[in-house]
């Protein structure tokens, strides 16, 4: 009899998880899919559902990913991503925050490349008590403005200048050729603004003096005038923080006007996408960036080379930086849901907080993963890349360098 | 700040206001003619983009020599606009300036997304053509070839306009301005003037879109840029004036790079919006205008 019930009781359990295993976990995704950033966030789209095919497949992926058919802590559960165009507008980016959670009931949202967009998201987040994660949103303030419910795993702006600014020391130290000074030159919104002053101050402390600083309107028709001024201040070392467009006019007006800064280091964005590189062809070479991502650290990042076939069969191009982000984006959040074993979102962000994940279980060339108490991964360490012959490469640093870096400060 | 910076400052700018002044021309035309404000005008500028990147791509052809050709193309898709969308929103009986609005509002839109959808949002650019990105070194001063090409070629088209303002069909198109309903009563098919007129302003933006894609970069989004300082050239130099076209282009394009020199870059708009209020303000009608 009590063997019966037992049964009977197991039973009513299989049954509950074959139930709960037919419920998808839905997580909200805003992205520019229409409008000026919109092959960004296209490409976002293609990154995001390629790594929920993963985690709910059953792919034969090392690390972290495709254990086998969807959460296995969840019965199975798949993830199911709905997409939401914020068309990079912040207010958009807000109402359709709103929606995934009151409308579509998502567990979480995750987002939203433009910086200014992930601002209004994840102030929507903390009031609903939603978990926001930021895949690829880069300015440094989102995280310190005492929210409880965004969590980064792409490292900010001030972390990737403070390699920037390793590198141009190293750089000094390596060729004998120093950088004495540098101009910043950068868009108008929230990205290109806090990029800028952190650089700004990080020069001061190195000794490096700012001899150029151009605050320029962000997709302007026409950067003449501020390519001349940049001419005009004449520093060792340019540092530009803008998105694609204004990334092609700045490299065309440079050649337009015969000039060649000593060394270009860009503040990834329009310089990392490959429509750059499309557009300006051979003028790009030479041009330096920080990235979190780097394409052929292949051999320490075995997931890289499956990851990126799955990807480019679809996108039609090799991951980029911001792709790659977005990848570990949802597998960061696929992973706490997963542990959280509940789709509560105080669980989801609970077992956020305790995220360990070490950097070779990733397709990044990062340390690892793991939240301060603002939200912000700490372990996220960037890496700078070079383009030569069209194709971007890693130089720096040293152990993860693929080709060596050319310099040109004299 | 040396005088050779502002002269190379200068020529970017006044390089830069040819290519508005000739965007604003083809949206002045229609304006004038007819009293539409074509929202889509930034679209057709980047149709005429796309059909010569796809022309390119296809054949080779340089964008320069394309101009004739892509100048057709587009006062083909103009007259089919007129035809197509325009004459039908003219013709409702009730709320007739929202309806032209929303109509030219919606084709923008409609224009934008199916580009994107054939495209992708990638951003193009023409490599390898004639002229592209080289530069010449004259009396201390960097000219970039296609944008000095482009605006020798703009020049042109705006002689091109003013001849054909003197022609039977230009005097047509000034009678059919002034009064749409007496010049039916002289035997002109005020229907088939604005098409034609539809189809001259959609072939000089064409023209604009042409020479632009030999050096900017080409995605469907590239309208919206040059759009709003259209609008902006075509109040300032007056409703349906060419030559108030022309200056005020060249104006916005000269003050723009000025304030950007000596103000902030990003204040560059302010520049010239307050161009624009101060011209307001004193003459309302614009430079040139006489309506």
Redesign the interface.
């Known amino acids: 009899m009590i063997r019966l019930v037992l049964l009977a009781a197991s039973a009513l359990l299989f049954a509950a998880s074959a139930a709960q295993a037919a419920d998808d976990v839905l997580i909200g995704a805003i992205y520019p899919l229409?409008?000026?950033g919109?092959?960004a966030?296209?490409d976002a789209k293609t990154a995001l559902t390629v790594e929920a095919d993963v985690i709910n497949g059953n792919h034969n992926i090392p690390g972290l990913l495709g254990k086998g058919g969807g959460l296995p802590h969840m019965g199975g559960a798949k993830i199911k991503i709905i997409f939401a165009d914020h068309q990079g507008d912040p207010q958009k980016a807000r109402a359709e925050a709103e929606r995934l959670i009151t409308q579509e009931h998502v567990v979480a949202i995750i987002g939203s490349y433009q910086s200014s967009t992930a601002a209004t998201i994840s102030q929507v987040t903390d009031r609903y008590e939603i978990p926001y994660l930021s895949a690829d949103n880069s300015s440094p303030t989102l995280t310190r403005r005492g929210l409880k419910w965004i969590f980064r795993t792409t490292p900010h702006d001030e972390m990737f200048s403070e390699v920037m600014f390793q590198f141009i020391k190293d750089m000094g130290i390596k060729t004998g050729h120093p950088a004495k000074s540098v101009s910043v030159i950068y868009e108008?919104t929230l990205f290109g603004s806090d990029s800028s002053a952190v650089q700004k101050k990080l020069a001061e402390a190195a000794g490096i003096k700012v001899v150029g600083d151009?605050?320029?309107?962000a997709?302007?028709?026409?950067l003449?005038?501020?390519v001349?001024?940049l001419q005009?201040a004449n520093a060792d070392v340019v540092l530009p923080s803008s998105y694609?467009?204004d990334a092609?006019?700045m490299v065309?007006g440079m050649?337009?006007?015969?000039y060649k800064p000593g060394a270009i280091i860009a503040q990834d964005a329009g310089f990392l996408?490959p429509?750059?590189l499309?557009?300006?062809?051979p003028?790009a070479d030479g041009v330096l960036s920080r990235s979190s991502f780097s394409l052929d650290a292949t051999a320490s990042r075995p997931v890289i080379a499956p990851l990126n076939a799955l990807y480019s069969s679809l996108a039609g191009r090799p991951l980029s930086d911001a792709a790659a982000r977005e990848i570990v984006g949802l597998q960061v959040l696929a992973d706490a849901i997963d542990r959280a074993g509940s789709t509560k979102p105080e669980d989801i962000r609970k077992a956020l907080i305790a995220t360990n994940i070490p950097g070779d279980q990733t397709l990044m060339p990062w340390k690892g993963i793991k939240f301060d108490e603002t939200g912000q991964n700490i372990l996220g360490t960037p890496v700078i890349m070079q383009v030569k012959d069209g194709v971007y490469h890693t130089v720096w640093p040293d152990d993860v360098a693929t080709v060596k870096p050319v310099w040109n400060v004299k | 700040m040396t005088f050779h910076v502002v002269a190379q400052v200068a020529l970017s700018g006044l390089l830069m206001g040819l290519i508005y002044a000739l965007v604003a021309a083809g949206l002045s035309l229609i304006f004038g003619l007819m009293d539409v404000v074509n929202f889509a005008h930034g679209e057709l500028l980047m149709v005429a983009m796309f059909a010569t990147f796809v022309i390119f791509q296809a054949t080779g052809l340089d964008p320069l020599l394309q101009l004739p050709l892509v100048a057709i193309l587009l006062f083909g898709l103009g007259v089919a606009i007129y035809r197509g969308l325009i004459a039908r929103a003219l013709s409702v009986q009730f709320n007739r300036g929202m309806v032209q609005i929303f109509v030219t509002f919606g084709l923008a839109i409609f224009l934008r997304g199916a580009v994107q959808f054939v495209f992708g949002g990638d951003f193009r650019s023409i490599s390898g053509s004639l002229l592209g990105d080289r530069t010449l070194h004259l009396f201390g001063l960097f000219v970039p070839l296609p944008q000095m090409a482009a605006g020798i070629a703009s020049l042109i088209a705006f002689a091109g306009l003013l001849l054909i303002s003197r022609t039977e069909f230009g005097k047509a198109l000034e009678a059919t301005r002034e009064d749409r309903d007496a010049v039916a009563l002289i035997g002109i098919d005020r229907n088939k003037i604005f098409a034609l007129g539809w189809g001259l302003g959609a072939a000089t933006v064409g023209v604009a879109g042409a020479l632009l894609a030999g050096f900017y970069y080409i995605s469907p989004n590239v309208g919206a840029n040059f759009a709003l300082i259209a609008y902006v050239t075509v109040a300032l130099g007056g409703f349906g004036s060419l030559l108030g076209a022309l200056v005020a282009g060249l104006l916005i394009g000269l003050v723009e790079a000025m304030t950007a020199l000596f103000l902030e870059p990003s204040l560059k708009q302010v520049g010239v919006y307050a161009v624009y209020l101060l011209v307001l303000m004193l003459r309302p009608r614009g430079l040139f205008g006489t309506i």
């Open positions: 229409t409008g000026g919109s092959q966030g296209l108008d151009i605050r320029y309107r997709s302007s028709p026409s003449s005038t501020e001349q001024r005009a694609t467009s092609i006019l065309k050649n337009d006007l015969g996408e429509n750059f499309n557009a300006v062809g003028l």
